[in-house]
């Protein structure tokens, strides 16, 4: 218990900083930043990408999903990525399956 709450508060404590700090930036460093959060998920997903094709599928899926909610324009576009992700997480455990049938959870 105490150890999930020092994790919350350092989050909480990171979160506050990071928008004081984020605020003094000047615009053009804000904006890159935003570049971030797609390399945090590249660097997550290519070493899972290099053991399984299944992997590669499932993000490629996630791909389509986005591009087709680009193509449509009914989401806004933070939603667009949000929705590919969810939906390709979503098809992430019938594609899987296989894989970790005999493990135990």
């Keep these: 218990m105490a150890l999930n ?13 990071g928008y004081a700090v984020g605020t ?22 290519i070493p899972e990408i290099r053991k399984s094709m299944t992997a ?14 680009d193509a449509l324009e009914f989401f806004p576009d933070g939603w667009k990525l949000i929705t590919a992700i969810i939906v390709g997480s979503s098809a992430g455990p019938f594609l899987l399956k296989d894989s970790y049938e005999g493990e135990k959870i």
């Design 24 to 45: 003094v930036l000047p615009e053009t460093v804000q904006i890159s930043l935003g570049v971030g959060l797609y390399a945090m998920f590249t660097a997550i997903l």
């Design 56 to 69: 590669l599928c499932l993000a490629g899926f996630s791909g389509l999903v986005y591009f087709i909610l």
């Design 5 to 17: 709450g020092v994790s919350y508060a350092a989050w909480i404590a990171g979160t506050a900083l």
